[in-house]
């Protein structure tokens, strides 16, 4: 091989990775005090140990790459740009799956977000409706703490119902707790089904038209969670309320 032929596999022998035949040839070379290779040899040795301890390295020619990747028995398809595409294409999928986990994860955020926004609107609405009621003129009020639960109700005859308690423990496990609208002289209407919260307060709005005219109260049994007619249990809260 001659002096030009075994420029880039001198690079290759300076870096330790010249291959079969290409290694023997050049020792061979050598062994004949070529002065001009022997100077590249020595160039390409100080050239390798000043770009192993500097940032960054030097670009090598695009041959001397292709020339390394065979040493090491990568394919050599597309050459450089070929190396660069399947780089490319293993970065991609690693991004790939990176980012479907934080797809994921902003998924399951928003997810979490939408329901807290959706809890909160409920609240909301539930908090202007109990608003409504206490402000409303013609609102009633009644109250209770004779037993364990204390609290108030507030009666509007075109608005509702709404009862506020405290000390008024979690239902166990398939009960809960249904307010009834109670007229004199009449029999118990039913104003909805209810759950108390684990501190043991209580909200709850019965919504519509009420007739206590004539006087009645409002009371709360320990029904079935599907609740009943008519009630089944003695009341643990009972407030009378007479309409003005």
Same mark, same amino acid.
């Given at each position: 091989?001659?002096?030009?032929?075994?420029?880039? *596999?001198?690079?290759?022998?300076?870096?330790?990775?010249?291959?079969?035949?290409?290694?023997?040839?050049?020792r061979e070379h050598l062994r004949r005090d070529c002065e001009v290779c022997m100077a590249r040899l020595k160039e390409a040795r100080r050239l390798d140990a000043l770009l192993g301890g500097s940032?960054?390295?030097?670009?090598?020619?695009?041959?001397?790459?292709?020339?390394?990747?065979?040493?090491?028995?990568?394919?050599?398809?597309?050459g450089y740009w070929g190396l660069i595409a399947t780089v490319a294409a293993a970065l991609c999928l690693v991004a790939a799956f990176y980012f479907s986990g934080r797809e994921r994860d902003v998924?399951?955020?928003?997810?979490?977000?939408?329901?807290?926004?959706?809890?909160?609107?409920?609240?909301?609405?539930?908090?202007?409706?109990? =608003?409504?009621?206490? $402000?409303?003129?013609?609102?009633?009020?009644?109250? =209770?703490?004779?037993?364990?639960?204390?609290?108030?109700? =507030?009666? $509007?005859?075109?608005?509702?119902?709404?009862?506020?308690?405290? $000390?008024?423990?979690?239902?166990?496990?398939?009960?809960?707790?249904?307010?009834?609208?109670?007229?004199?002289?009449?029999? &118990?209407?039913?104003?909805?089904? =209810?759950?108390?919260?684990? *501190?043991?307060?209580?909200?709850?709005?019965?919504?519509? &038209?009420?007739?206590?005219?004539?006087?009645?109260?409002?009371?709360?049994?320990?029904? $079935?969670?599907?609740?009943?007619?008519?009630?089944?249990?003695?009341?643990?809260?009972?407030?009378?309320?007479?309409?003005?």
């Open positions: 091989m001659t002096c030009d032929e075994l420029r880039d *596999d001198l690079d290759l022998f300076a870096l330790g990775v010249a291959g079969e035949p290409e290694k023997n040839e050049i940032t960054p390295p030097a670009a090598p020619p695009p041959r001397l790459r292709r020339r390394i990747l065979a040493s090491v028995g990568a394919p050599q398809r597309g998924t399951g955020q928003l997810t979490h977000a939408r329901e807290q926004v959706r809890n909160q609107t409920i609240e909301l609405a539930r908090l202007q409706e109990a =608003f409504s009621i206490v $402000n409303a003129a013609g609102t009633t009020v009644g109250s =209770f703490g004779e037993g364990k639960p204390k609290g108030k109700v =507030f009666v $509007n005859p075109s608005r509702g119902v709404l009862l506020i308690a405290n $000390n008024l423990p979690p239902a166990p496990v398939g009960k809960r707790y249904e307010m009834w609208v109670i007229p004199k002289g009449g029999k &118990p209407v039913r104003a909805g089904m =209810f759950q108390s919260e684990s *501190d043991g307060s209580a909200m709850h709005i019965q919504p519509g &038209p009420v007739d206590l005219t004539a006087g009645g109260a409002v009371a709360v049994t320990l029904e $079935n969670e599907a609740g009943v007619d008519q009630p089944t249990s003695t009341p643990l809260i009972v407030a009378p309320v007479a309409l003005q």
